[in-house]
Every structure is written in structure tokens, then in C-alpha cells.
């Protein structure tokens, strides 16, 4: 069966560390994958997309990978910040289907 | 530039009674997208629009909920009668086209409870 998981429910990290969030999926092909930050009570805001064909993608403290191989993704926040704190969710573009979104990761950046 | 404004923020209904969601995209964003989001999980596509058109609505249950754009740009999403488990957070979105490459851009998402 198709399934996306995310590491676990939620993830306690050290200000100024790098966190590292995974994105793994089953029985799809998808021609890109985008991550989006939810904070509480609001809806998801994207940050980065990155394609099948594209191993590694930056924007600012954000880093993200895309091993088809391995059918993951990770993304990663570098010298993370109390404000980083958020649910973040992978989604994928399944080819001939339409997105599907995982579980999402809830990160706590501590201070 | 204003985003995706959807009402009622918020909704309380008891079970069997009619519900409407609204939805208004940002100008000019000719896709509409409505999910379904669970505490804890990832939004579910409901149904997506290409302008009037709905292109996709396989995971829209459509023994209880109907959805419509009028004239392309405004959307409402209905269900009746409500069932307890439809509880959740009924998000819109929209993008620019329908090219799936397009960000989507969410609004704030209208949190129903059936009791």
C-alpha cells in the first residue's frame, strides 16, 4: 500500500543545533516533493520544493535532499532558533495522481 | 496582497445538521484546492478546481459533502447531514495555475465540531 511516514511525532532539539527531519515514502513515483511549516491554528505555508531530478536544494538556513533511491527526503533547519518551532509537513506530487501529504513532525527548538 | 480568507473561522453543529465552508482565493489563482486535516496528520485532498471545473474529486465523499466555485474564484464546501467523525479542520487553498509545480497557499482553515 501507498504510505508517506515523517520521524517520529515530534522532535526536541538544542537551540543553535541542526535538526533534521525525514520524509520516507512507499509505492509512489513522485515527480517532486515540497515541505511546508504549520504553525498551531494556522494553515501550511510552503518553504521549498525540490524534483525528482534534483539531488539537494537551499534557501537560507533550509537544506533539503531527495533520494529516489532510497525514497526519502530530509530537511534540515541549521542553527535552529526557538521560532522554528513548528509542525513541518512533507508532501509529494504522485505522477497522474494529485499531492499527498505525510504526517508532519513537530519540532521544539529549545532555548 | 491579501491571501486566501475562508469563514467561518470556526463552527459548532450538532450531528445531522447542514454545514457551509467559504472560501476566497487570492486573486488571480485559477487552481482551489479543499482538504480535510485531522489533529495530528497531514491535510487530505478533497477536491481541486481548475477554475470552475472540478479536476479532481475522487476523495470527496459525495454521499454527504458537494463543493462548488462559483465563476471560477470563490468556493464553498457543504455537507449534510454532519456525522461526528467530520470533525476537523476543513483547509483552502489556492495557486497560481495548473501547473502541480505551483506553490499552494493556505488560509487559516475553518474548524468544525459535530456534537
Known amino acids: 500500500s501507498q504510505k508517506i511516514e515523517q520521524n517520529s511525532e515530534a522532535l526536541n532539539i538544542q537551540e543553535g543545533k541542526t535538526a533534521t527531519l525525514t520524509c520516507n515514502y512507499t509505492?509512489?513515483?513522485?515527480?517532486?516533493l515540497q515541505w511546508y511549516r504549520q504553525d498551531p491554528g494556522r494553515g501550511p505555508v510552503f518553504l521549498l520544493l525540490?524534483?525528482?531530478?534534483?539531488k539537494e536544494k537551499r534557501k537560507e538556513r533550509l537544506k533539503v535532499t531527495f533520494d529516489t533511491t532510497l525514497k526519502q527526503s530530509l530537511f534540515h533547519i541549521t542553527a535552529s532558533q526557538p521560532a522554528d518551532s513548528a509542525t513541518y509537513l512533507c508532501?509529494?506530487?504522485?505522477?497522474?495522481?494529485?499531492?499527498?501529504f505525510g504526517p508532519g513532525t513537530r519540532l521544539s527548538v529549545l532555548p | 496582497e491579501a491571501g486566501v480568507v475562508q469563514s467561518p473561522r470556526y463552527k459548532i453543529i450538532e450531528k445531522k445538521q447542514p454545514v457551509a465552508f467559504w472560501c476566497n482565493p487570492i486573486?488571480?489563482?485559477?487552481?482551489l484546492y479543499w482538504y480535510l486535516q485531522n489533529l495530528g496528520q497531514g491535510p487530505e485532498l478533497l477536491i481541486r478546481?481548475?477554475?470552475?471545473?472540478?479536476?479532481?474529486d475522487s476523495q470527496l465523499p459525495k454521499d454527504r459533502f458537494s463543493a462548488e466555485r462559483l465563476k471560477g474564484v470563490d468556493s464553498t464546501l457543504k455537507i449534510q447531514p454532519a456525522e461526528l467523525g467530520d470533525s476537523a479542520v476543513y483547509l483552502c487553498?489556492?495557486?497560481?495555475?495548473?501547473?502541480?509545480?505551483?506553490?499552494?497557499?493556505f488560509g487559516p482553515g475553518t474548524r468544525l465540531t459535530v456534537l
Open positions: 486573486s488571480g489563482h485559477n487552481t
Open positions: 525540490i524534483r525528482e531530478n534534483e
Open positions: 509505492n509512489y513515483s513522485p515527480a517532486y
Open positions: 508532501a509529494l506530487y504522485n505522477y497522474g495522481q494529485n499531492f499527498v
Open positions: 478546481y481548475e477554475n470552475e471545473e472540478a479536476v479532481d
Open positions: 487553498a489556492s495557486s497560481l495555475g495548473p501547473n502541480l509545480y505551483n506553490e499552494q497557499f
